[in-house]
DNA sequence: ATGTTTATAGTCAAATTTGAACAAGGAACC
DNA sequence: GGTTCCTTGTTCAAATTTGACTATAAACAT
């Protein structure tokens, strides 16, 4: 992933002086599905990555308590404007989600109309389970923070992308129960897929044809 | 991505005989948002793995019209039944796409009310320009491959991928919408999050309260 | 008492990814 | 007739990521 740099600079930024450990906590305790995973020499790497880009600088290095030796580090002036800019680039730029169902998708033919449908319907039955724990966990929390009440405080924002991932989950669950219909049908026949030589002659016959389906660059450009 | 290896060794298998520039290219025409692009040195990398690793083989190497020399590849048995596998695997499992929106959403509060409320109807237009955009491809295309209508087709498969596509940008587009309406009317607010002191004194009291929320941990075990 | 996890804190080699560079033929342009 | 760009095909150094490993103290079990 290639967020790495925003989230470990967005964390030092967030914890003040902090140090490697207490990031990988954090990010640790955030897991949530949707921000990739970072290994712990990832964000070690980072840390010193972003030092001699100058955008974070070490206060100190030293060992509380007879524990490992621990490198602190804060956010300096340039860092924060590089902060500022990363945030803006991310979040205006609308890319779209890595997604490895998508790409599994493209040999799915491989399994069998049945290994399909169940696959489909196993993959709908999770996401479900999914949406009704982030419901639980929505219900049995507040976006309000009362004291005495810390462990019932969920920060607004994350409650919105909770919202967020919930309906994004039902469509795709309700997407793969409509395939699985589809394909068990009848009407939806995955191994209609041109074998290479259909294909090869298919990519022959656009380019001597020389027209292309305007509608797929169409879409391609937009998403440039 | 991860998704290298299925990815090549996949196209490897379905274009028969084939050398990595053409690998290249097939990936280059597909470029679907969702399937993560892979760099040409990516390609070149993988097809060496997989061979080291006995899953494909070279075919020859050798030079047409004076081009550049070429190498090409073909499946092997042991690279059949490993395609097999890792297909399955990447489509039974149930994972969470990547999310760079999701991430950078973290640290949304930076933007002010104004510049978010922005950013979102933004993200919105975009996503309704997609959408459309995909529509349109659907609309000019058919799954049936007739002769002499090459260009019209689209196989079922990419055609149900992209139906889904456009049902998630739907509901994200929405949400979108919704969340700039509820930041605008102040209903959310997401510069309520907490301070890092505040933060620190939250997990502190969570910690020594011995108590933590069980939804949150049903929530990440669904995630296992 | 003694062995075994667990939490803290970080390093390092190996694997992987990126993207520019290289090389050479052909088409397009002026 | 020369310059520039595009297509074909691949390589390579540098950047990044992975995840197993080191080390120590406290907590826990036997």
Redesign the interface.
Known sequence: ???TR??VL?LVR???PVHGYLVRRELDS???????EIGAGSIYHALKKLTTDGLIEVVATESVDDRPARTTYRITVTGESE??RL??E??????????????????????GKNENTA?LR??AE??Y??IE??T??L???T?E?APGR????L???VR??L???T??M???A??CET?AA?IESGE???G???S???NE??RE??RT?D???P??E???S??K
Chains 1, 2 share one sequence.
Do not use: Y
């Open positions: 992933m290639w967020s925003l989230l967005g967030w914890l003040g955030w897991r949530m599905p949707g921000v990739g902060f500022q945030v803006r991310k979040l205006w730029n609308v890319a779209q989600a890595d997604d490895p169902f998508h790409t599994a998708w493209s040999f799915a033919n491989v399994l696959m196993r993959r999770i996401l389970s999914r724990a982030v639980v966990l219900a049995s929390t976006g923070c810390e462990e019932e405080f920060p607004p924002h919105a992308m919202k967020r991932q309906d994004l039902v469509v795709d309700e997407w395939t589809r939806l026949d995955l209609a897929v041109p290479p030589v259909e002659n298919r016959a656009i044809d027209f292309q389906n509608a797929v169409q879409w391609q937009t998403f």
